[in-house]
């Protein structure tokens, strides 16, 4: 059974700072990996996919990164802002029927100014 | 585009009652899902349609009902509510047919249970 983790569980740093998100899973055999962000009472809205076939994708300050033999997925965000205070979710898109995801419990971030 | 909807946005229900939650898709997607997120927990799958008519079962399907009558809708009911089914529910939807495909969210339906 596939299982995915995301560690820390939640996270407070400064404005500016560069900051790591990190997420591991137990099975390599899976489509993709996607990173969400979460606001408070809000719904996901998906930032990056990467494909099994990937090592990363970035878009803007972020840039995630994808290893499936070690089951390893970190999302870096650079230069963070307030505006980044989210809970940021971790899901691994799973080949079977039903293209189905399976998410970590997610990354409570918060950006101090 | 609306893109996914949900409703109710909250509600509060006495154990024993039933009710049913309405999903919606203006994006012509195939693929339709229902979650449940609880505190300290990643969302789990609670049941999924590949397409209209057709239903399976999720990671936590028991306690629930859907139902795929049309393909821009996709129900969820509860029968007969317990605390345990008190969390914050999500539908989604998506293409789903490559491995590109993103799921699409609504915002959610906080349920309560007394």
Known sequence: KQEVTQIPAALSVPEGENLVLNCSFTDSAIYNLQWFRQDPGKGLTSLLLIQSSQREQTSGRLNASLDKSSGRSTLYIAASQPGDSATYLCAVHLMEYGNKLVFGAGTILRVKS | ????????????????????????????????????????????????????????????????????????????????????QTS?????????????????????TRLTVL
């Open chain 2, 88 to 108: 914050v529910y999500f539908c989604a939807s998506s293409y789903g047919r490559s491995s590109t495909d993103t799921q699409y969210f609504g915002p959610g």
């Open chain 2, 1 to 84: 585009n609306a893109g996914v909807t949900q409703t109710p946005k909250f509600r509060v229900l006495k154990t024993g009652q039933s009710m049913t939650l309405l999903c919606a898709q203006d994006m012509n997607h195939e693929y339709m899902y229902w979650y449940r997120q609880d505190p300290g927990m990643g969302l789990r799958l609670i049941h999924y349609s590949v397409g209209e008519g057709t239903t399976a079962k999720g990671e936590v399907p028991d306690g629930y009902n859907v139902s795929r009558l049309k393909k821009q809708n996709f129900l969820l009911g509860l029968e007969s509510a317990a605390p345990s």
